[in-house]
């Protein structure tokens, strides 16, 4: 059963930083992309960034580019999110996710397996 753990989330105040982990067991962690979503109140939820399978590739969207940075550590079945001069608006439940192939994806359909979420709150 693959589990998916994610920590790290809290209050910041805008301009700060904040480094989400994500702990993935139950199959072979090297073996497969990962990514993070982010869903805010009455929001749809939202592509924030991914990282292929062995970290060579990733991807952002637009409105984190610059400011987030995703890696992983295989060794230790862990992705991370560094999240650097967070404003309010990236206030939200961000989540962990894991596809079942090598390459990363920017589509939340592509990935099976989810964590439950952490929050993260930027406070003005």
């Known amino acids: 059963q693959v589990q998916l753990v994610e920590s790290g989330g809290g209050l910041v105040q805008a301009g700060g930083s904040l480094r989400l982990s994500c702990v993935a067991s139950?199959?072979?962690?090297?073996?497969?992309?990962m990514g993070w979503f982010r869903q805010a109140p009455g929001k749809e939820r939202e592509f924030v960034a991914a990282?292929?399978?062995?970290?060579?590739?990733?991807a952002y969207a637009d409105s984190v580019k610059g400011r987030f940075t995703i890696s992983r550590d295989n060794a230790y079945s862990t992705v991370y999110l560094q999240m650097n001069s967070l404003k309010p608006d990236d206030t939200a439940v961000y989540y962990c996710?894991?596809?079942?192939?090598?390459?990363?994806?920017?589509?939340?359909?592509?990935?099976?397996?989810w964590g439950q979420g952490t929050q993260v709150t930027v406070s003005s």
């Open positions: 996710a894991s596809r079942s192939f090598t390459i990363a994806s920017v589509n939340s359909y592509d990935y099976r397996y």
């Open positions: 139950g199959r072979t962690f090297s073996n497969y992309a």
């Open positions: 990282i292929s399978a062995s970290g060579a590739n990733t």
